[in-house]
Structures are given as C-alpha cells and as structure tokens.
C-alpha cells in the first residue's frame, strides 16, 4: 500500500556527518507527518526529530543543534542531516509517517520505514 525506503546510514568516525533519507511510494494522497526515531538494543524507540503538524520541528535535547530535519514534498521524501555525531548517537533510525492514503475516505495510517544502522566510533 504505502512503502518507506530508507538510505544513508553507515560507520562514521566521532565529529563526522551522515545524512538519511527516506521516500514513500504507493497509494498516497497525503502525507500529513514525517519523523525519524531511533533505537538500540534493549531500549525503546525515541523521537529522534520530527515536523509538527504546524510544520515546526521539533528536537530530541540530545540532537539539538547537532541534526536537522528536512523534507521535499513533492518527492515525498524526509531528510536527516546530522552533524558533530557522537558515539552515543549509534543506533537504528527509523523514519515515520502518518499518511492518508487513497480510497482511505479520509483515515490516515502510520507506516514505518525498514531502519537504517547508524554507527560512530569514537
């Protein structure tokens, strides 16, 4: 129905740069919010950035001033910039999305995309 394809993660050295994208593809009629989490073994999944329905963003403390959150919606596609990483910031990123999809008579569905793995060494 709705698929989220991930793309950029990788190994990186501490103070380096990577930057993830993600795009959704099928049924779409409207993509009505966009955000990256993360996650590591044993944790749960955090909020990581993401767009407010306003179209603000909003930052986990940990990444603010450190990563950025962009979209293209005409190629329906959320971004992750992220700057100055820190082993800590080792995980998978995942991307989400609420998505009205069509023939959906209004309802909107999250899809979440299939993780990417982040790793800094330090």
């Known amino acids: 129905q709705v698929q989220l394809v991930e793309s950029g993660g990788g190994l990186v050295q501490a103070g380096g740069s990577l930057r993830l994208s993600c795009t959704a593809s099928g049924s779409i009629f409207s993509i009505n919010a966009m955000g990256w989490y993360r996650q590591t073994p044993g944790k749960q999944r955090e909020l990581v950035a993401h767009?407010?329905?306003?179209?603000?963003?909003n930052y986990e403390d940990s990444v603010k001033g450190r990563f950025t959150i962009s979209r293209d919606n005409a190629k329906n596609t959320v971004y992750l910039q992220m700057n100055s990483l820190k082993p800590e910031d080792t995980a998978v990123y995942y991307c989400?999305?609420?998505?009205?999809?069509?023939?959906?008579?209004?309802?909107?569905?999250?899809?979440w995309g299939q993780g990417t793995q982040v790793t800094v060494s330090s």
């Open positions: 767009f407010t329905v306003g179209g603000s963003t």
């Open positions: 989400k999305m609420i998505v009205r999809t069509l023939g959906s008579r209004g309802y909107e569905y999250q899809f």
